[in-house]
């Protein structure tokens, strides 16, 4: 396994792929941690994970840089994104026992009746490397603490990180076996999902991998929570304050290169503003500062990997050629590294690529509705569900707008983001299931009805 800086294009490291061998003592580790750390209290764990937020934050600027280095995120945005890390996990270290304590059935007077919450064993996590730590702390984080056991397979191009993460644990004092990194690829993971020792899996990436991993997974019957593509409707209505809302579009779309499923894809104005709002989200994104990911003023680095800038340019020109108009940007940047430049697509017609695909990269798609009514129905025409943002200074407005929206999550005002204290996934294509919140813990957990006459 080898991992490449994608800003240069040359080799950073190679790894020695786990061989069946290594992949069975891994799983035989698991399965016998999992017995001993699941008989542990609660504020054990919680305690633990304490002591995760504390690795990771002593550690900060050695993961930013390697993340950087792996997959070319922007620095600055790779220490918010270690920071984040810490965060997730010092929101469990302090909620968790709360969001699994018993739950009381007072509707049955007859009996003493409860639910309980007990870990299901070791958890199989397929993740990405658009957030290589973030991704993995998100499921990590709750999925241990809960009392389960973690197999990480993590994106072929990130060895460094998902290595890192496994060392973060053992530093924090958890027990061998209880974290577990698989340097495997793609096609090991059916195998690893049908073992017996592996009780349900995650999986954070594309539709076609998640459709791959629910596949194994039903036929197996075990539990899947998948979180898989988005391209987020970022509704703007006559009434929004037009300058919070350009500012926040910029953010909403480009953050991380533009490769982040709840970033904001589709923008629909509604007319009064759309004028307006294109030449001034235009103008906002031509500021942006692309260059060296590893440099402090760098906003756009390169994309993750050689082939996206090829699938993002061919989706540009599909929605060129389907009537979008070219505002900023199209075209690969003549240099060493990955780079495709901030690009803004008007008038795009909902045939467009850019109007039915998910973009993984810096590329807005804006399109110009008549009314409140059309912008709710574009949002809709959507295969994804992932998040929505509204835009409007009538707070009641957006809410009853935020109902009509067919996604995971809404935001009113404020960007689509996944933050610990509330749920985050989606519906339709964009996966099922809940990640983050009371909601998060409670997926891999047996909700086990205990009824005591
Ligand atoms: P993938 O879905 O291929 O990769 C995500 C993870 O799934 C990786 O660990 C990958 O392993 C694994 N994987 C891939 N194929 C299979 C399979 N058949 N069975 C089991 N696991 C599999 O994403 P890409 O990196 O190729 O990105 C492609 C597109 O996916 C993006 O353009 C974007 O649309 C979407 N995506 C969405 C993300 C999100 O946050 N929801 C994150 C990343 C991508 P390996 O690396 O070894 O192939």
């Given at each position: ?8 294009e ?40 304490g ?12 993961y ?19 920071e ?87 530093e ?53 929570v ?12 006559d ?21 982040s ?16 709002f ?33 699938e ?11 009537g ?7 075209e ?17 017609p ?20 008549d009314d ?82």
């Amino acid at each position: 396994m080898q991992s490449t800086n994608p800003a240069t294009e040359r080799p950073v490291r190679e790894y020695e792929s786990h061989s069946d061998g290594d992949i069975d003592e891994a799983l035989e580790r698991a399965t016998t941690a999992f017995e001993d750390w699941r008989a542990r209290p609660i504020e054990e764990r919680q305690t633990k994970l304490g002591d995760v937020a504390t690795v990771l934050r002593e550690n900060a600027e050695e993961y930013a840089r390697l993340i950087t280095t792996e997959m070319g995120k922007p620095i600055a945005e790779a220490r918010s994104e270690v920071e984040k890390c810490a965060w997730v996990c010092e929101y469990y270290a302090e909620h968790a026992a709360a969001h699994l304590s018993d739950e009381r059935l007072a509707t049955i007077p007859e009996a003493d009746t409860k639910v309980v919450y007990e870990p299901l064993g070791a958890v199989l996590a397929v993740m990405p490397w658009n957030y290589p730590f973030w991704q993995v702390f998100r499921f990590a984080a709750p999925t241990l603490t809960a009392g389960n056991v973690g197999l990480l397979k993590h994106a072929s191009n990130v060895p460094g990180c998902a290595l890192a993460i496994e060392e973060i644990f053992a530093e924090a004092g958890y027990p061998e076996g209880v974290f577990t990194t698989l340097l495997v690829g793609s096609s090991d993971v059916e195998r690893v999902l049908a073992d017996d020792r592996v009780k349900a899996a995650t999986l954070t990436g594309s539709e076609y991998a998640g459709r791959k991993v629910a596949e194994t997974a039903g036929y197996h019957l075990k539990k899947t929570v998948l979180e898989l593509g988005g391209s987020g409707p970022f509704l703007v209505l006559d009434d929004a304050d037009l300058d919070t809302a350009v500012e926040t579009a910029v953010t909403a779309r480009y953050m991380n290169t533009g490769q982040s499923c709840i970033a904001a894809k589709r923008f629909i104005v509604v007319d009064d503003a759309y004028d307006e709002f294109v030449d001034r989200f235009t103008a906002a994104v031509a500021e942006l500062t692309v260059g060296d990911p590893a440099a402090e003023e760098t906003d756009i680095g390169p994309l993750a990997k050689g082939k996206f800038v090829d699938e993002l340019h061919e989706q540009v020109e599909g929605s060129i050629e389907a009537g979008a108009s070219l505002e900023l940007g199209g075209e690969r940047l003549d240099r060493t590294g990955h780079y495709y430049a901030p690009t803004v697509l008007a008038d795009v017609p909902r045939s467009a690529p850019a109007a039915c695909e998910e973009t993984f990269g810096p590329v807005a798609a804006v399109f110009g509705v008549d009314d409140e009514r059309e912008a709710v129905d574009l949002a809709n025409d959507s295969r994804f569900g992932l998040g929505a943002s509204v835009w409007t200074e009538d707070r009641d407005r957006g809410e009853q707008v935020g109902r009509q929206l067919e996604t995971g999550s809404v935001f009113v005002n404020e960007l689509v983001k996944s933050d610990p204290r509330v749920p985050f996934g989606g519906i339709k294509a964009s996966g099922y299931g809940r990640e983050l919140s009371k909601q998060g813990i409670r997926e891999f957990v047996n909700r086990k009805t205990l009824w005591v006459q």
